[in-house]
């Protein structure tokens, strides 16, 4: 850990000083990361894909102010989720919805917007078959509540370090995380039962038709 951090620290000095090759080292250690933020916060490759490029710029104009009064990882993920901020802004603007960022605003809203897609359980996160199910439930958050597990479940940054991006407290990260996986559970238990129901009724519609058989 320290030997990597350390290393970190040789790479972002010399990007500093001009290092093309370094700053590019910079780049491959943590592009996944940011485009994986935006994939999820914005829904679609290509906005991702636009995100993660104006990250990249604001870093590399900005990279000679880093000071290192925070982890180097923790100023690149708030520069990540303020893009993130501003393409959304952009994107309820057209769509003519307010948007009130993510920051320490009233918690009493809705934890999901309306969409389209259907949703999956949180615990299938790790089986591919129910991973693309489980990204269109977390799609379906409002984003400050999105933003959050984002951080949480797919970068696997502490409470201390999403408190830091995002800019709000740490208990606002606790709570919010609380809200968000709530939902999913809620979620899931609805999906549950009503593929249940639909079990059921395949079944009675089977042993139907193998009685009329008989006749």
């Known amino acids: 850990m320290t030997k990597d951090y350390s290393a970190e620290q040789t790479l972002i000095r010399l990007a500093q000083a001009g290092d093309g090759e370094a700053f590019t080292r910079l780049v491959e250690r943590y592009n996944r ?85 259907s949703a999956g359980p949180e615990e299938l996160y790790l089986h591919r078959e129910g991973r693309d199910e489980l990204l269109g439930w977390v799609a379906q958050l409002s984003p400050q509540f999105r933003i959050v597990l984002v951080l949480r479940e797919i970068c696997g940054l502490s409470y201390q370090e999403i408190a830091a991006a995002v800019e709000i407290s740490l208990g606002t990260v606790k709570s919010r995380l609380a809200r968000a996986r709530a939902a999913l559970v809620e979620k899931i238990t609805a999906s549950r039962e009503q593929s249940a129901a639909a079990d059921s009724h395949m079944d009675s519609e089977d042993e139907r038709g193998r009685s009329d058989g008989l006749r």
């Not at 990250?55 to 989720?81: C, E, H």
């Not at 994107?91 to 969409?115: C, Q």
């Open 33 to 117: 990361q940011i485009y994986n933020i935006g994939l999820r916060m914005l829904g679609n490759p290509e906005d991702a894909a636009d995100m993660t490029q104006d990250v990249w710029l604001k870093i590399y104009r900005y990279l000679a102010n880093f000071r290192g009064d925070s982890a180097f990882s923790t100023w690149l993920y708030r520069i990540a989720v303020n893009c993130c901020r501003d393409y959304l802004r952009l994107s309820y603007r057209t769509r003519e919805l307010p948007f009130s960022g993510f920051g320490e605003e009233d918690e009493s809203e809705a934890v999901f917007e309306i969409a389209d897609r």
